[in-house]
C-alpha cells in the first residue's frame, strides 16, 4: 500500500517485481486491498491525493496480477490475519514476498509446508539483493 501512497523504495520494488516477476493474489488479499484506501482516508492517514493515487496504484496492480485460490490453510503468523498472505504464497509457489510487515518479516517458515523456498524480505532488502 506504502508503494501506491507514498513511492520510495516500495514504488521501486512494485515496479520492479511487476516487470521481472509473476505477483500474485488471493481473494482475500483483494478484499482488504478494497477496504484500506477507505480506512486510511478515514483515519486521516492519507490526503485527497494520496488516496486518489493508492486507488489507481491497487487497480494497475491487480489488473497485471495472476489470481490464485489458496487450498492450504496456513497458521504460523503471530498476527493471524497476516496468514492470509502465506496462504497467497503458498498457492502461487511464490519465491519471494517483500513486505514492510515485521510479524511476516520475522518469521522462519522454511519448516512450512509449501513455503520451503519462500524468502520473506523487506522492500530495501528486495531492492539491494540487485
Known sequence: MSAFAFGGVP???LRSALSTSEVCVSADLLAEYRSIPD???AGRKVNPEQWQALL????????EAR????????????D????????????????FLITGDRDL?????SGVAGLRRLR???????????
Open 105 to 109: 518479516l520475522d518469521l522462519d517458515v
Open 11 to 13: 514504488a521501486r520494488v
Open 56 to 63: 489507481a496504484g491497487i487497480a494497475a496492480f491487480v489488473a
Open 39 to 41: 480506512a486510511l482516508r
Open 80 to 95: 493471524p490475519k497476516d496468514d492470509m498472505v502465506l496462504e497467497c504464497c503458498c498457492a502461487a509457489g511464490a519465491s
Open 120 to 130: 520473506i524480505v523487506s522492500p530495501r532488502a528486495y531492492i539491494d539483493r540487485r
Open 67 to 78: 489470481l490464485v485460490e489458496p487450498t492450504r490453510p496456513v497458521r504460523v503468523c503471530r
